[in-house]
């Protein structure tokens, strides 16, 4: 890797404008990023090609960031420079300028697009006051999921406050945040499966969740859910589905790719929990443990109440029984 040159020691957090801090608080929060997710995230506002091609050329030759090849694309990294540059500033974590194995790329990449496409959706949304969002690997048998956002929202739905017209607050993560009144904080732990885990090592990490979960003191005026999201299709999400209701019993939705991107021209949205087909049918992204289609809105779906109940032990023997159960009870009562 070059030396950093005389000119970018020079350069420090004061001097830096705007946009290029935010394109480092950014790679900071996600170690790893696509790079059209990672214009998405710098550019929220319209900006033409060419001036983000241009940009993104002189943060490389400053080593503020650096590219990293993938399949199809590139992604990026934190740069020596930019990694220095925040650690002078006094960021508590500092993402790795090591470029990440190989191995481990595809699953970051595709839990930042997740994060990412969450981050766009919920710009739209004015009852939303920000979000935080921050990459966590998974390490072994340590309980902690791949992704964490933390969603401000006005409990009554109402337009909330906003402190940047981007909704960025990263401060919503701090374990000692405490919401203003009128707010609340949802806090989702993305799991995302590439069917690497068999369903001994599932188990396992359920009861680790679970231990985990007992033993933590949860930040006021927050409620947690999980989200499980497999690319191997339904057959995989049963046996996590399996594994959880056993071992972990906690609030959590579940979903697959493909129905993420269900109608949507290969764009996630996860904040709009159902896709309207050509043919008619209606289609739920998520659902939780017994079946029941969820909403990742607050306010959808009467979920103030349903996410503070305590999980009871699921009787059905698959998610796809569950999912079938609840579709018949919902038609009844609509015949009643």
């Known amino acids: 890797m070059p030396p950093t040159t005389r000119s970018q020691r020079r350069s420090t957090w004061a001097k830096l404008g705007e946009r290029t801090r935010l394109l480092l608080q950014r790679l900071n929060d996600c170690i790893l990023l696509d790079e ?66 190989e191995r481990v790329r595809s699953g970051l990449l595709l839990a930042n697009q997740f ?34 956002a933390a ?29 203003p009144p009128g707010i609340g904080i949802m806090r989702l732990v993305v799991e995302i499966d590439s069917g690497s885990e068999d369903a001994r090592q599932l188990a396992q990490r359920a009861r680790n969740w679970r231990t985990r979960w007992d033993q ?17 299709g339904w057959p995989r999400l049963e046996t996590i589905w399996s594994a959880w209701t056993q071992y972990a019993l906690l609030p959590a939705f579940f979903t697959t790719v493909e129905t993420l991107t269900l109608g949507t021209g290969g764009r996630w949205h996860p904040w709009n929990p159902r896709r309207h087909m050509p043919d008619g049918r209606s289609v739920w992204v998520w659902h939780d443990m017994e079946g029941r289609p969820r909403s990742l809105r607050p306010w959808d779906l009467d979920e103030g109440v349903l996410r503070f109940e305590q999980p009871r032990p699921v009787q059905a023997r698959s998610l796809g029984e569950s999912v079938e159960h609840q579709c018949s009870v919902e038609s009844k009562r609509y015949i009643q």
């Open 216 to 232: 933590t003191s949860w930040p006021p005026a927050t409620h947690t859910i999980f989200l499980w999201i497999t690319d191997k």
């Open 115 to 148: 994060g990412v496409a969450l981050t766009d959706d919920i710009q739209r949304d004015l009852g939303i006051s920000g979000m935080g969002w921050m990459i966590r690997p998974f390490s072994g048998s340590d309980a902690r999921g791949d992704g964490l």
């Open 36 to 101: 059209n997710d990672l214009c998405t995230l710098v550019w929220p506002e319209a900006v033409s090609r060419q001036a983000r091609a241009e940009r993104l050329r002189r943060w490389q030759a400053d080593q503020t960031i650096q590219p990293i090849a993938i399949p199809g694309g590139r992604s990026y990294q934190l740069g020596r420079n930019g990694a220095r540059l925040l650690r002078e500033a006094g960021f508590p974590r500092i993402a790795p300028v090591r470029p990440v194995a």
């Open 151 to 179: 969603i401000g929202y006005d409990l009554d739905g109402l337009p909330a406050q906003r402190t940047r017209p981007d909704a960025y607050a990263p401060e919503y993560l701090g374990a000692d945040y405490t919401p």
